[in-house]
């Protein structure tokens, strides 16, 4: 017999950027010169400061099982850098450390969502934000915005939303896939809105707080309307470049923060022990790394936002965060070449693999189809390449 496999599995989607990673990946094995532009991840090594401290750690013996919550000094110092650069207080023990920022999601999601509940996302939205209320069996509630609208919900699309058995709020800002990022006052209009609605959590996903163009930073637990039920989301992955380090944490009232780590204790229990000690280091040695790499960030942007901009038929705006250009492409729907005709914004995707040669993400997986990510988290030279082939692609059709 076959053994089974349990209906929340078979219920979930398969994530639609690892999936593309991974056909690429296949095509490179093949002897296809394949440029990845569809996963979110710095091309950047980690810096150097933070590296020692991990090699110092395995030279001191942190070898052991750590704390289901994280290191109480790793918490100390999250909570002094939200306090120093954001400006909102969540003492040690409001924080958990897991094993990424979307464990940390996860787990909050988990902690909070009964069956039957309704989260509101506005989309486009990360991949996995429904599919992890799909596991709470909660029922996700996209709220869209385009790109007219810089992919930013109003307000009155917010209010409209709420209903009874509203719970919940995932919010992104600066925003991964469409990388948008949302003013104090375009914040604030959200905010008055949520405080007529005292039972909503706010969980606040901020991983691309450090890569963002607009001179600023507000985060959503700054408004004291509703500070004391916003959970924040964030991490070293993207601003240290340290994906494969595995470190997140949400930062949270008391109630639920205990209920996370009482979560984690009993399918993961603690981060790793080396990882944590260099995110240490990361949150406490010289920021200088940050700055620089989103000097980088910014440059390759306004190179990839150029030379799209070039391509008839590409509807392009300007990303003022993270590492993302979210270009609507419904020009190309119904245009073949050599027999091959594009139905949807997924046939593009998979085209621009197999024709051009490079690695994007279908917009429909973050709830908007006829939209494509590609992600400019990579060498000057290979976004320069990689846009001349997604340029001739897409003039072969017609």
Known sequence: MTPEISQRIQAL?????????QRSSQLRSEGVDVINLSVGEPDFHTPD???LAAIKAVEDNYSFYSPVPGYMSLRKAVSEKLRKENGVDYAPEQIVVGNGAKQALCNVVLATVNPGDEVIIPTPAWVSYFEMVKLAEGKGVAVPAGIDNEFKITPAQLEEAITERTTLLMFCSPSNPTGS??????LQGLVDVLARYPRITVISDE???HINYTGGFTSMASFPEIADRVVLINGVSKAYAMTGWRIGYCAAPT?????????QGQYTSG????AQKAAEAAYTGPQDCVAQMREAFERRRDLVVRMAREIPGLKVNVPMGAFYL?????????KSYNGRRIESSADLAMYLLEEGHVATVDGGAFGAPGYIRLSYAAADNLLEEAMRRIAEALGKLS
Not at 181 to 186: A, C, I, L, M, P
Not at 255 to 263: E, G, P
């Open 49 to 51: 400061h933070i590296k």
């Open 255 to 263: 109630v639920i923060a205990k209920a996370v780590s009482k979560l």
């Open 326 to 334: 979210f270009p609507e492409v419904s020009a190309y729907i119904g």
């Open 181 to 186: 990022v949302y003013s104090r006052e375009e």
């Open 207 to 209: 991983i691309y707080e």
């Open 13 to 21: 989607a398969v994530s639609q950027t690892l999936a593309m990673s």
């Open 271 to 274: 981060a790793s022990s080396i």
